[in-house]
């Protein structure tokens, strides 16, 4: 059992919610402690796929914690030494943007540049319609970023949405856990 102390940060990629909660819920099981994290957005967004009431509720149940959602609450979680790793799943477009640009200006964001200041691993499970389109020298910039560690993905609609990319969120245990030894898992492309 393990006894990481992880932030996991869901961002507005609303339709993927319903694979990225559970595997927050099969950390939790594994023994990790979490701490909840939602974007201003994800957290105040009512859509098809939810409330936002809902999905804070279901993550503050599942960390057993009050959820973080401002600037504030997430900016000491490296410093202060509250986390050991950092997942964000989903990892939107925007805000992989975001991160390679060093703008901080969500909760996500803030936490996360929390944690890479102090040498932290920080997971991403990118789902994002434009990965391979206007968002692909982002996806190149992060993969050379030092603690920054990456999901396996694939192309979820190759017709539809051929610029399109969405993490394996199953393979998001294994991602952590080599994370956490500074290892990129691989095949990062399924």
Known sequence: MSSTRLA?????????????????????????????????????????????????????????????????????????????????????????????????????????????????PVVIALASNDALGISAQNLGKILNYRNIYTVPMEQDDVIKKPNSLVADFTKIYDTLELALKGVQIRPLFI
């Open 8 to 120: 996991f940060a869901l961002c507005g990629s609303f339709c993927t919610f319903k694979e990225a909660i559970p595997q927050m819920e099969q950390l939790k099981k594994k023994g990790y402690d979490i701490t909840a994290i939602m974007s201003q957005n994800a957290s105040s967004t009512d859509t098809r796929f939810g409330t936002a009431k809902e999905f804070k509720e279901k993550l503050e149940q599942i960390s057993e914690k009050k959820l973080i959602n401002t600037i504030k609450e997430a900016e000491p979680l490296g410093p202060k030494n509250m986390c050991d790793a950092m997942v964000i799943a989903p990892c939107t477009g925007n805000t992989l943007a975001k991160l390679c640009n060093g703008i901080t200006d969500t909760s996500v964001t803030m936490a996360a540049k929390s944690m890479l200041r102090v040498g932290k």
